[in-house]
């Protein structure tokens, strides 16, 4: 992992807000760690390291992903500020991190979440986020196995939209590559899906990152 450091390890207990969709019975967990600039397309980690640090967006967005036995990228997850990531069960990483864009992050030693002497307090709010996002990548798995191409894309919008607190408007930090490795289509699939839906008066793009979604409740009923 090699990064610019912003501050020091003592001088980076950041509040970070979280994303505005939060399951309520997961409570914030606040890192004390070094805080780190990482560039674009930057690597955070890579499969297969050791798991010694646990990891929280301040700013930026980061994706994790893994390359299969035929060269091709599978992105298991984006993450948003306020998100955490690189919790493992085991001592490696089963998946890489990099950068979407410019991203900030508060890292954080995993063996210091155990040693604060909370009571237990921390793991136990860690676990709870851990199970949360677990059942967020099983419901992803879902959309995989269960949706058609199109209903993906249209489920992916909305559930990024949730998780930036917007119900309209998005800032996609992701390009469509990404976006098509994380849904297991083309990039033709996601680019004429977004046609079709802002030919249909769904949706309006402004741009290759920017969407406004102008008919959110007939959006979901495509899902439905």
């Not at 606040?30 to 780190?36: F, K, S, Y």
């Not at 994706?63 to 001592?91: H, N, T």
């Not at 950068?99 to 030693?109: E, G, N, Q």
């Amino acid at each position: 992992m090699h990064a610019t450091s912003i501050t020091s390890a003592a001088q980076s207990h950041l509040p970070v807000a979280p994303p505005a969709r939060r399951d309520l019975q997961v409570e914030e967990v606040r890192l004390i760690g070094a805080t780190m600039a990482f560039a674009r397309d930057q690597e955070i980690f890579g499969e297969g390291e050791p798991a010694n640090h646990v990891y929280k967006v301040v700013r930026g967005a980061v994706r994790c992903f893994r390359v299969l036995v035929d060269g091709r990228r599978q992105i298991s997850d984006f993450y948003l500020p306020g998100d955490l990531f690189g919790v493992e069960a085991g001592l490696e990483h089963r998946a890489s991190a990099e950068a979407l864009m410019d991203t900030v992050l508060v890292v954080a030693r995993r063996s210091a979440l155990f040693d604060e002497g909370d009571g237990g307090a921390t793991a136990r709010r860690l676990w709870r986020r851990a199970v949360a996002d677990l059942q967020r990548s099983q419901d992803h798995v879902l959309t995989l196995g269960h949706r058609v191409p199109s209903e993906r894309v249209v489920s992916f919008l909305l559930d990024l939209a949730a998780r930036m607190g917007d119900a309209e408007a998005l800032e996609l930090p992701m390009s469509r590559r990404d976006i098509a490795d994380y849904l297991a289509v083309a990039i033709e699939t996601v680019s004429r899906v977004l046609t079709q839906l802002q030919v249909s008066g769904l949706i309006k793009l402004q741009g290759s990152r920017s969407i406004h979604l102008c008919k959110p409740r007939a959006l979901a009923e495509l899902c439905e």
